[in-house]
């Protein structure tokens, strides 16, 4: 049994019970204390006999007063009963947790003692009233008419409010009414192709108003929607095209699109001039999809995730009614469509009568552009990937983004650091921080952060929505321990596209143990309920609200974006020089996180390596998966069972191939300061590209905030992509203060310089 096993391994350690912690420590941990908690079990057997007509002297209710520096001890002590006694310091665990603690050992011994021959998986630590508060979370059933599709909510709202603006870009706008003629007007044109409900029609657009009509006019038509990112590599396109089977392509005419295949139509927005102005039937069910958005994937290519109308419909709802838009709300919509934020930020404000505000292609990586978009489109909410809210907030004129009501943060941990800047800059701005994996409808939690706060959760399961964290075993764990998130509810995805083995790893049916003495159903799935297991670890405050604590797999995000870091890995062996790849996402590089590529099989001392192996992932991957560093290994480092050693990677070297050529006059030595700043580099010479050192387009967009402030200049964000290096670009700003220098002239006639 486990008990008895537990009892042999501990005999065993008595042959080196000499041994004394300090000469451990010493041995294997530099001295520092290898555990911060002590169980100590206190047995003292004695045999009965001894006391056999002896009356005259006893020894009774014996108690130990000892303390250890360690912040937990648990003392247990045996005689007629087991007692069990924690001491701990206040000032590193609270009463409270420390109550819970001693509830759930006290819960397993008696499990242990009511079933002897049970399983250790069987055992509930959970007291009833902790199985009930947990319960209590999740009870989030809210009325939402969820028995209506999105296309039916869009048509009312466009009937409600005809002549109200729907969309607007650069100068173009539409009209609700008009909006949905043109839609309606494609979306017939789309079934006379033969295209209806569970059908995948893919959307090849730069942001536009076009973009926004085609997708509009897919869901009138019925069918779902799949992203497919013009920043993407062909043969990436190409692959999701054959995987999603798709009965047509929109597209714009100033877009290349790659080689379709022949049972695949490209349609043009404008083919359905002619068609009616009616809404068209569809024939959806609250089940049908609505969206496929492909994801990173561990095998070597990216897998499509199905989201369905019922879903959707069911996020937005709890959307309006958390964050309440009227008709005098602007939201911009700025996220690109290969990422489901995008899903909300085009269809919440169609559904409430609000402006939507399409961005720029590019423009949500140019904080001054965001900015000056937010001034003048008057926009009230928006969205921010952590990391691009930090890059924004870094820009002179935040403050003045006075029209803000609402800013929502997901797609990464947002820090307690970065919310008490935000609240520096925009104190009347509300900041909302949300989580949500592709694979359900968008969000699942959320969470109003407010000044002050020292941590920052990810909230509270949203409507309609439930929220677990299990272990191993599919037990619910108590408050404070960590364990696996898994997400029930309504807006859980109907799964993966071609790829029902993966999807019946990920996406249980029902596959959560009941705990003992819980009855209530709101706890426990329904058989045909499904639960999605997102591989993250969190566990719950005790408010009820839940932290995230990462990844428990190689699944990673760099600025917002879901990275299989396998599917890396799969593309850089299919190189002829790569005998092995490993790829991190490492936090300890200058310039902040980013992907290390490590390589055996390649010349340690080929200077071409990274140009070499870059071109060619990028020919396979997005950008944003692309190593910016390449290390070249004789042999990968393995642990003694022969796998991969992921910890013994080294970290990269930044080595010169050329001698520094340090600034020469005061605007190259400006660059170069802003350069080391962001990049934590000591020495930036003027040759030395940006991207190069480690700098990505995060970073390109601080620069670029950075110069404007330093130089007090309109500096276009391109310009830093275009000159790399500090010579080029202290050139390029150079001539831009020449050009833009007023010119008096002694004669008082007017000078134009050409």
């Given at each position: 049994s486990w008990l008895q096993s537990l009892a042999e391994q501990q005999a065993q350690t008595t042959a080196y019970e000499y041994v004394s912690l300090r000469e451990?420590?010493?041995?294997?941990?530099?001295?520092?204390?290898?555990f911060d908690?002590?169980?100590?079990f206190?047995?003292?057997?004695?045999?009965?006999?001894?006391?056999?007509?002896?009356?005259?002297?006893?020894?009774?209710?014996?108690?130990?007063?000892?303390?250890?520096?360690?912040?937990?001890?648990?003392?247990?002590?045996?005689?007629?009963?087991?007692?069990?006694?924690?001491?701990?310091?206040?000032?590193?665990?609270?009463?409270?947790?420390v109550g819970r603690l001693l509830d759930h050992l006290k819960n397993a011994v008696v499990g242990i003692e009511q079933n002897p021959q049970g399983r250790l998986q069987d055992i509930s630590l959970l007291s009833t009233q902790e199985t009930q508060q947990l319960a209590d979370w999740n009870r989030t059933q809210t009325e939402y008419p969820l028995d209506q599709t999105l296309p039916d909510l869009l048509t009312?709202?466009?009937e409600t409010s005809p002549n109200a603006t729907a969309v607007v870009f650069e100068d173009q706008f539409l009209t609700y009414q008009e909006l949905h003629q043109r839609a309606n007007q494609l979306a017939h044109h789309l079934q006379s192709q033969g295209i209806s409900a569970e059908h995948r029609v893919g959307i090849y657009f730069q942001r536009s108003l076009t973009m926004m009509v085609a997708i509009l006019a897919v869901v009138k038509a019925g069918a779902a929607y799949v992203p497919l990112d013009p920043d993407y590599p062909a043969a990436r396109l190409q692959w999701m095209l054959?995987?999603?089977?798709?009965?047509?392509?929109?597209?714009?005419?100033?877009?290349?699109?790659?080689?379709?295949?022949?049972?695949?139509?490209?349609?043009?927005?404008?083919d359905g001039s002619q068609q009616p102005e009616t809404a068209p039937l569809h024939g959806l069910t609250p089940d049908s999809s609505v969206y496929v958005i492909y994801t990173s994937g561990s095998t070597g290519q990216p897998k499509g995730v199905i989201n369905t109308q019922r879903g959707l419909v069911n996020r937005l709802w709890w959307m309006q009614a958390a964050y309440g838009l009227t008709e005098q709300d602007r939201v911009l919509q700025k996220t690109p469509l290969s990422f489901d934020v995008s899903v909300w930020e085009l269809?919440?404000?169609?559904?409430?009568?609000?402006?939507?505000?399409?961005?720029?292609?590019?423009?949500?990586?140019?904080?001054?552009?965001?900015?000056?978009?937010?001034?003048?489109?008057?926009?009230?909410?928006?969205?921010?990937?952590?990391?691009?809210?930090?890059?924004?907030?870094?820009?002179?004129?935040?403050?003045?983004?006075?029209?803000?009501?609402?800013?929502?943060?997901s797609g990464e941990a947002l820090s307690p650091a970065l919310q008490k800047q935000f609240f520096e800059k925009l104190p009347n701005t509300e900041l909302h921080n949300l989580y949500g994996p592709t694979e359900a409808a968008i969000d699942v939690t959320a969470?109003?952060?407010?000044?002050?706060?020292?941590?920052?959760?990810?909230?509270?399961?949203?409507?309609?929505?439930?929220?677990?964290?299990?272990?191993?075993?599919?037990?619910?764990?108590?408050?404070?321990?960590?364990?696996?998130?898994?997400?029930?509810?309504?807006?859980?995805?109907?799964?993966?596209?071609?790829?029902?083995?993966?999807?019946?790893?990920?996406?249980?049916?029902?596959?959560?143990?009941?705990?003992?003495?819980?009855?209530?159903s709101s706890f426990i799935l329904h058989p045909s309920s499904l639960l999605y297991k997102t591989g993250d670890l969190a566990r719950y405050r005790s408010d009820g609200a839940i932290e995230y604590l990462g990844r428990r797999d190689f699944q990673v995000k760099l600025r917002g974006v879901r990275i299989e870091l396998g599917e890396i890995e799969a593309a850089l062996d299919e190189h002829p020089t790569v005998q092995q790849s490993a790829v991190l996402l490492r936090d300890d590089m200058p310039g902040g996180p980013m992907l290390v590529a490590y390589v055996a099989g390649a010349d340690e001392s080929d200077a071409s390596l990274k140009q070499r192996l870059t071109a060619f992932l990028k020919q396979r991957l997005a950008d944003a998966m692309v190593p910016q560093v390449f290390v070249a290994m004789e042999s990968m480092p393995l642990t003694p069972n022969g796998k991969l050693d992921r910890r013994a990677?080294?970290?990269?070297?930044?080595?010169?191939?050329?001698?520094?050529?340090?600034?020469?006059?005061?605007?190259?030595?400006?660059?170069?300061?802003?350069w080391q700043a962001l990049l934590q580099l000591d020495v930036v010479g003027i040759h030395d590209n940006f991207f190069g050192l480690g700098g990505h387009s995060l970073t390109a967009t601080r620069m670029n905030t950075r110069l404007r402030k330093q130089f007090e200049l309109d500096l276009p964000l391109h310009s830093v992509f275009e000159y790399p290096t500090v010579a080029a670009l202290a050139v390029h700003i150079d001539a831009l203060r020449v050009a833009t220098k007023p010119t008096e002239s002694p004669t008082g006639h007017k000078e134009i310089e050409l």
């Open positions: 451990l420590q010493a041995w294997v941990n530099n001295g520092r204390s290898l908690c002590l169980l100590v206190e047995s003292y057997p004695v045999a009965a006999d001894l006391f056999q007509g002896q009356t005259a002297f006893r020894l009774e209710e014996v108690q130990f007063n000892e303390w250890t520096h360690f912040p937990l001890t648990l003392l247990v002590s045996e005689g007629t009963e087991i007692t069990i006694t924690a001491k701990y310091r206040s000032e590193h665990i609270s009463a409270a947790a009312q709202q466009a054959k995987d999603a089977n798709m009965a047509a392509v929109l597209t714009d005419k100033i877009l290349d699109l790659p080689p379709l295949s022949e049972t695949v139509v490209s349609i043009d927005v404008a269809f919440w404000p169609l559904l409430n009568g609000a402006t939507l505000v399409i961005a720029k292609p590019g423009g949500h990586k140019d904080s001054a552009y965001l900015g000056q978009t937010i001034r003048q489109r008057q926009i009230t909410s928006l969205h921010f990937v952590p990391s691009m809210l930090a890059a924004f907030l870094e820009a002179p004129d935040v403050g003045s983004c006075t029209t803000l009501e609402r800013v929502i943060c969470w109003q952060c407010q000044p002050g706060e020292t941590t920052v959760p990810i909230g509270r399961p949203i409507a309609n929505t439930q929220v677990y964290i299990l272990d191993q075993d599919n037990n619910p764990v108590p408050v404070g321990i960590p364990g696996e998130l898994h997400i029930g509810g309504v807006g859980v995805a109907r799964g993966y596209l071609n790829r029902p083995e993966l999807t019946g790893e990920r996406f249980l049916k029902g596959g959560m143990r009941k705990a003992k003495g819980e009855e209530d990677l080294p970290q990269p070297e930044h080595r010169a191939n050329v001698e520094k050529i340090l600034p020469r006059n005061s605007t190259e030595t400006d660059i170069a300061a802003i």
